[in-house]
């Protein structure tokens, strides 16, 4: 890779088909996937979508500064033995696995499909575990290969 913004090859590729049609192959694809649509705009050529994970196992990641966040923190120690220090989570629930937002942004502006992705992770008192690129070959070859499987479909009703 040329650089470490650089796209993966397998995330652009020559548009094909009418923009509006490429716009619904592309929001279908993705829901078919698992993303929520957050935006579609019919003159960028642009659809952006998020699908949330929740990351089981990650919440053993210890913050720099122990286990805190906007609602208390806890930890051991004291001067002669052990002491306590007990949190206190007003966000309530039970479920305190961490969550990994995907957001997708595929754009269209005339004749290249371009594809972004990033990841982050956090945990559930909004600390930052990972952030990152998410743009994979793989993910982007398999979203290529779904929208031009839809584009190819004869219309609902049309005996090809």
Known sequence: MAGGNALPAACRW????????????T????ESQGYAI????????LVSA????????LGAVNSPFGRTGFWGGFGLGGRNGYSL???????????TDPVQIERVSVVTPDTTTLVDRDSVVVDYNGYLIDARSYNQPSFCQQ????IQSRLQRPAQGVTP
Do not use: C, I, M
Request: no cysteine; net charge negative; proline share 4%.
């Open 143 to 146: 979203l290529h290969d779904d």
């Open 85 to 95: 220090g007990v949190f206190q989570n007003f966000g309530g629930g039970y479920n």
């Open 50 to 57: 998020e699908r949330k994970t929740a990351q089981p196992g």
């Open 14 to 25: 020559p548009a094909s088909g009418d923009s509006l049609e490429r716009l619904r192959a």
């Open 27 to 30: 929001r279908d694809a993705l």
């Open 38 to 45: 957050l935006d579609t705009d019919a003159t960028l050529g």
